[in-house]
Nanobody
Framework: QVQLVESGGGLVQTGGSLRLSCVASKRTTNVMGWFRQAPGKEREFVAAITWGGRYTYYGDSVKGRFTISRDNAKSTVYLQMNSLKPEDTAVYYC???????????????WGQGTQVTVSS
């Protein structure tokens, strides 16, 4: 089974940018997604991308600010986050699915998460 490792989280001021990376232990043709979870809240869909990168999907709260991309030669998925807001503060998780979906229950493999904190 593929393993996923996220990196790139940190502390940033409101309006700033961060780029998260998710490296897979082996090449995968899966749909790759990003989710986030803030304390006391449900895990929320952020973005997903199909294997070839042709199709991307975004949660309403990040549309126009976040961009998902992937480099299959490096087995890596990225999440470019711009215009960050305090409400973006959460642990961000990378996940793999067989289908393009925003439903977390359809994702079968998860990384350990990386913390993103946006200060006001």
């Amino acid at each position: 089974q593929v393993q996923l490792v996220e990196s790139g989280g940190g502390l940033v001021q409101t309006g700033g940018s961060l780029r998260l990376s998710c490296v897979a232990s082996k090449r995968t043709t899966n749909v790759m997604g990003w989710f986030r979870q803030a304390p006391g809240k449900e895990r929320e869909f952020v973005a997903a991308i199909t294997w070839g990168g042709r199709y991307t999907y975004y949660g309403d709260s990040v549309k126009g600010r976040f961009t998902i991309s992937r480099d299959n030669a490096k087995s890596t998925v990225y999440l470019q986050m711009n215009s960050l807001k305090p409400e973006d503060t959460a642990v961000y998780y990378c996940a793999a699915s067989l289908v393009p979906t925003g439903n977390k229950d359809d994702y079968t493999t998860w990384g350990q998460g990386t913390q993103v904190t946006v200060s006001s």
